[in-house]
């Protein structure tokens, strides 16, 4: 990474946002200075309009409403599950595409939930009275118990979800209400050629040329949800130097973190997470090459997979950067310098960040334990998450709420349910291949003597376990699942099926390593960082954006090109370049459809463009907006020079990329015959009959 990325972190360090920096939360968003640099200010009918139209993907993505019956529109790679999961040998959605030509066509998702924030309310008192005067375990249990019970007395309903969430690294404690939609169904999806054209060599780079976009409908009583707030869709989209507005929920961010934590990182946490997806790449990969079949149920996966191992190579670099790591070091004694002048407040905060290292210092002798044994798919096994689950809901949801580990806590439930009773199918060659190759990883990593790879396989190899398991088990069937759930502990106990009974046996021994960690590393962490957090309100306010957190935040920025290799990328390419690229062959090959329809299709029309929005993952799906508030793009993706964005921004190179909406109008119109979906988001279409 260049330079610039130390530069911005200083700038950020020292509470100052450059540029177009930023991602907002709807309740703190700086109006003025946008008006400053733009001559526009958004008002709070504004705010809260795009807010409400603007929804969540539980899975990790974003997207917007754009209709008054429910329609979402997001990626095709948010929706990428659902597609794959209601495909067949016969009948593959991913290679063909979907379009629901009546309402009655539309099909369920079966893992898919949307959020729809409607209240952020600041909770920082009540947390900080619970854990007043506690450190440490007694402060990690007392802070976990608080945010279940707020979040319970919140989420009266299954329909609300309710998540109290730490911004600022504890600094603040906000409480997200959200509606919550589990019927969510598939109406539009195109071919996977068209939706990743250019594959991964185009991946994280521009020009693109891509149509990543799918349409959802939320239902509510098993009829189209009303919905009030959604974004007017603007057919003539974004042009050069335009005002854009990005809302969407980006995952996380570093830019806040310490020295120490940055250093984990770069040196525990990235290369370890970047060799396990290599290989997990080659496994998948000669895993397609058995017949097109295993290609069909493997693709989403690989997909992931090279997707991640990109955007992590290019964290990575930034991290090993040496002007980065020199201005972070730089910044954060500088920070201190200021605090210490002042007794009281070195007093107060003076040893945080040293607890902090002393922390990381931990973590490094336990992440490769912690990771083979507790982490979420550690076993790379849907079926073996499956049995993980319901051995602990049997004995965590006999607890008080407020006593049992987060993700079983009340509020929580109804999405572990809805993921638990999946009708996805779970096809037994893939399994076997997953779990083999987590199996073999536990013994590769913790050694053959190890007492728990012992417990684990006993005398059998990986891949003779694997099938064993996979085969004899019965949790494929959702009834079956259910049905032990619903039962609670004694049929657990006493259940044959061999995926519980591995459950059964390495529960005990991962439970005590998670609360090894809960009780000495990761309260010290959350307990420091606050204070970290803390030390820089009192110094700075709140004139920073806290780090992304999942949350819906707003950034701003305009249509902008940028250089890259001594030239000017112009920031918007259009169908003739995208049929200029077609070669034919995978991953530059157009679907026949999109073939035939060349000539209908003007040469002009823009097909993708760049902005200076900072935006990172979890924005995917995301609506580009104008100051009208109407939708004129679609978030897919960042530039390659973006990958740092995790811990700095620089405005001069840094760009979202997003599908114009031009495109999709012209690409739902002529090449899919989805007048339907036009006259949905063009009423003004509907009433002139087209």
């Not at 998540?163 to 169904?185: F, N, T």
């Not at 959802?216 to 098993?222: D, K, Q, T, V």
Request: aromatic fraction near 8%.
């Amino acid at each position: 990474m260049k330079r610039w990325i130390g530069i911005g972190l200083l700038a950020a360090s020292l509470g100052i946002v450059r540029a177009d920096e930023g991602m907002w939360t709807f309740d703190n968003f700086p109006s003025e200075t946008v008006k400053e640099k733009y001559g526009f200010a958004p008002s709070q009918e504004w705010l809260d309009h795009v807010r409400l139209a603007s929804v969540r993907l539980a899975g990790g993505c974003s997207g917007s409403l754009v209709s008054g019956s429910g329609l979402v529109m997001t990626n095709h790679h948010c929706a990428r599950s659902c597609i794959e999961q209601i495909s067949t040998a016969d009948q593959d959605r991913m290679a063909d595409g979907f379009f629901a030509r009546r309402e009655a066509e539309e099909v369920r998702c079966p893992e898919i939930e949307i959020n729809q924030l409607l209240e952020i309310t600041d909770v920082t008192k009540r947390v900080d009275e619970a854990t007043k005067g506690l450190a440490d375990q007694q402060y990690n249990e007392a802070q976990k118990a608080e945010m279940s019970r707020i979040e319970k007395e919140c989420a009266v309903r299954e329909t609300l979800r309710c998540d109290v969430v730490p911004l600022y690294h504890g600094g603040r404690y906000h409480l997200y209400k959200y509606k919550r939609y589990q019927d969510v169904r598939l109406v539009f999806a195109p071919e996977a050629d068209i939706a990743h054209f250019g594959g991964d060599p185009d991946n994280f780079n521009f020009p693109r040329y891509c149509l990543d976009v799918s349409f959802l409908r939320l239902y509510e009583g098993g009829k189209p949800a009303k919905t009030e707030h959604h974004l007017a869709w603007s057919a003539a989209g974004s042009k050069d130097s335009d005002l854009t507005f990005v809302s969407g929920n980006p995952g996380t961010t570093s830019r806040l973190l310490t020295v120490s934590e940055l250093e984990y990182e770069r040196d525990v946490a990235l290369p370890s997470r970047l060799l396990r997806l290599a290989e997990e790449r080659g496994m998948l990969t000669q895993f397609q090459e058995r017949g097109a079949e295993q290609r069909r149920i493997s693709t989403n996966a690989l997909l992931r997979v090279e997707n991640s191992l990109k955007a992590l190579r290019g964290r990575h670099e930034a991290l090993l950067d040496k002007a980065f790591f020199a201005s972070k070091v730089e910044a954060e004694n500088a920070f201190r310098a200021r605090l210490e002048a002042d007794s009281s407040r070195k007093r107060t905060y003076g040893g945080a960040w040293e607890a902090i290292a002393r922390a990381k210092d931990a973590q490094k002798r336990i992440q490769r334990r912690y990771a083979a044994m507790e982490t979420g798919g550690a076993f790379g096994s849907t079926l073996l998450d499956f049995a993980r689950t319901l051995v602990r809901a049997a004995e965590e949801l006999p607890k008080p709420n407020e006593k049992r580990l987060r993700e079983f806590a009340e509020s929580r439930l109804p999405a572990l349910k809805q993921k638990l009773f999946s009708s996805a199918p779970v096809y037994d060659e893939f399994e076997i291949l997953n779990l083999t190759f987590g199996l073999t990883k536990l013994r590769e990593d913790l050694g053959a003597d190890d007492p728990f790879v012992k417990k684990v396989l006993g005398r059998e190899s990986p891949r003779a376990l694997a099938e064993a398991l996979v085969k004899g088990s019965r949790l494929k069937d959702v009834a079956v699942r259910r049905k032990l759930f619903e039962a609670g502990r004694p049929a657990l106990e006493t259940s044959d099926d061999p995926l519980i009974g591995l459950a059964r046996r390495i529960d005990p021994d991962a439970r005590a390593l998670r609360k090894t960690f809960e009780d000495e590393i990761e309260s010290v962490l959350k307990r420091n960082d606050e204070l970290v957090a803390r030390a820089h309100f009192e110094i700075e306010g709140t004139r920073a954006y806290p780090d992304a957190t999942f949350t819906l935040r707003l950034s701003y920025g305009q249509v902008k090109g940028f250089p890259q290799d001594g030239k000017m990328v112009r920031p918007l390419t259009d169908f003739a370049g995208l049929f200029d690229r077609e070669t034919g062959s995978d991953p530059f090959a157009l679907p026949a459809r999109w073939l035939s329809a060349r000539s209908a299709l003007p040469p002009s029309t823009p097909m993708n463009f760049c902005t200076t929005n900072d935006i990172i993952g979890g924005n995917s799906g995301s609506p580009v907006i104008d100051r009208e508030g109407r939708v004129t793009g679609l978030i897919f993706d960042g530039n390659i020079q973006s990958l740092g964005g995790d811990y700095g921004f620089d405005e001069s190179v840094n760009r979202a990329l997003a599908v114009h909406t031009a495109a999709l109008t012209e690409a739902l119109e002529k090449v899919y015959g989805a007048g339907r979906i036009l006259d949905e988001i063009l009423p003004r279409r509907a009433a002139r009959g087209r």
